[in-house]
């Protein structure tokens, strides 16, 4: 069952135990999970990035690496053929329309009608992409691909996953929460960070 704890970001660092938080067995790797979020601060909006070395057996570190590699891959895919289509067919459209001898001289309304499409329809490009892929993967990569979110997800939530774990900041970039599927690996963090 998996755990969910809450631990604020000071400057000492983060204690993990010294087995792979995924199975548990000896550490012989880390893989980094990246925490990035835009947090209003007054007028100003700060980024808070938190970057955290999570302790993984060879075999989870490199089960990690896989499971990016396939969500990245279609996603960039999807992203750029969607994207690129679309922006060409909506840029076409919009000079046969005559939008860019709409207001002042040498706008460039068709770009940006283009553009604006062009990632909205990349987006979904991707994440239709990443979701045919893992479907298509799933036979090979088993329940690894499938405890894992969604790469548009994760990106939607300013979350990020490894093997056996998934991290995200709180709303005013003070607090992380960390989320542990193995409740034994928990619990040793808990008493290792003195939650
Ligand atoms: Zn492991």
């Not at 755990?3 to 880390?30: H, M, S, W, Y």
């Not at 774990?165 to 808990?190: H, P, W, Y």
Request: charged share 15%; proline share 4%; aromatic share 8%.
């Amino acid at each position: 069952m998996s755990e969910q704890i809450q631990l604020p970001i000071k400057d000492t660092a983060v204690v993990f135990p010294n087995r792979c938080v995924c199975c548990g067995a000896a550490k012989q790797a880390q893989s980094r999970m990246v925490l990035n979020k835009l947090v209003t601060r007054g007028q100003r909006q700060e980024p808070v990035n938190l970057k955290l070395e999570i302790p993984h057996c060879i075999r989870c570190a490199r089960g990690t690496k896989a499971v990016f590699l396939a969500g990245c891959i279609p996603f960039v895919l999807g992203l750029l053929l969607a994207g690129l289509i679309t922006f060409g067919l909506v840029t076409f459209q919009g000079w046969k329309w005559r939008l860019d001898e709409m207001g002042k001289n040498g706008n460039a309304n068709s770009l940006v009608l283009g553009a604006a499409a062009g990632l909205f329809v990349g987006l979904l490009g991707g994440f239709l992409f990443e979701v045919i892929a893992r479907v298509l993967l799933l036979p090979i990569m088993g329940r690894a691909l499938l405890d894992a979110p969604l790469l548009a997800i994760q990106f939607l939530k300013d979350s990020d996953y490894v093997a056996g774990m998934s991290g995200k900041l709180s709303a005013d970039g003070t607090q992380v929460c960390l989320t542990f599927n193995n409740s034994e690996i928990a619990r040793e963090f808990r008493e290792l960070n003195g939650v």
